[in-house]
């Protein structure tokens, strides 16, 4: 014979903080979700929208000059008193201008070998590393000083992406990205003036 269960109190007759009174707060939370889910999205802050604007516009300004900055130094590199078709004057500076005009910062999430690519190729990076291993056959063609702004050029496109993509905003907007641009500007203008 089975015992009849007595009904469920109703709910005002629940005590705080019973089990009862615990699901119905969140069966009641859960509804208000449900609601709250339905409603349309409020309209955008103008004052938000408006530094969201100004913000993206500044980063198309820098990516550009970093753009820029890569053509030019592809131009010097592809300039240096070396041989027709060397490596450093085709591949090398190649790679140069294309990693300087495809930086993404929102390229965070895509690791290979433990780094985000900030937009570069896989292939292009390779190719920026190659320069370590082909330094010392450019000694009878380049001044020391020519080799080390070379260097010095292929570490900051190198670098570029590592930082843009380890933290962006700070990059772009603290002037971090035209810093390195403005190395790499001075250092390939310096060797033709000194000489």
């Given at each position: 014979m089975t015992t009849p269960h007595p009904p469920a109190p109703p709910l005002t007759d629940v005590a705080t903080g019973s089990p009862a009174a615990v699901e119905s707060e969140l069966v009641r939370f859960a509804r208000?979700?449900?609601?709250?889910r339905s409603l349309p999205e409020p309209p955008p802050d103008p004052e938000e929208a408006a530094?969201?604007?100004?913000e993206a516009e500044h980063e198309r300004v820098v990516l550009a000059e970093a753009a820029a900055v890569g053509l030019r130094a592809a131009a010097w590199m592809r300039g240096l008193p070396l041989p027709p078709g060397h490596w450093v004057r085709g591949a090398l500076a190649?790679?140069?201008?294309?990693?300087?005009?495809?930086?993404?910062p929102a390229d965070a999430d895509s690791l290979v070998?433990?780094?985000s690519q900030g937009g570069v190729r896989e292939s292009v990076r390779k190719t920026l590393d190659g320069l370590i291993y082909c330094l010392a056959a450019t000694a009878p063609d380049l001044a020391p000083r020519e080799q080390a702004a070379l260097l010095a050029v292929v570490s900051c496109v190198r670098g570029i992406p590592r930082l843009?993509?380890?933290?962006?905003?700070?990059?772009?907007?603290r002037g971090e990205l035209a810093a390195l641009c403005t190395v790499i500007d001075c250092t390939i203008i310096e060797p033709t003036r000194r000489g």
């Open positions: 208000l979700s449900a609601e709250r530094v969201l604007a100004a190649d790679a140069v201008e294309e990693a300087m005009s495809t930086l993404d070998d433990g780094y843009l993509a380890n933290d962006a905003w700070t990059v772009l907007h």
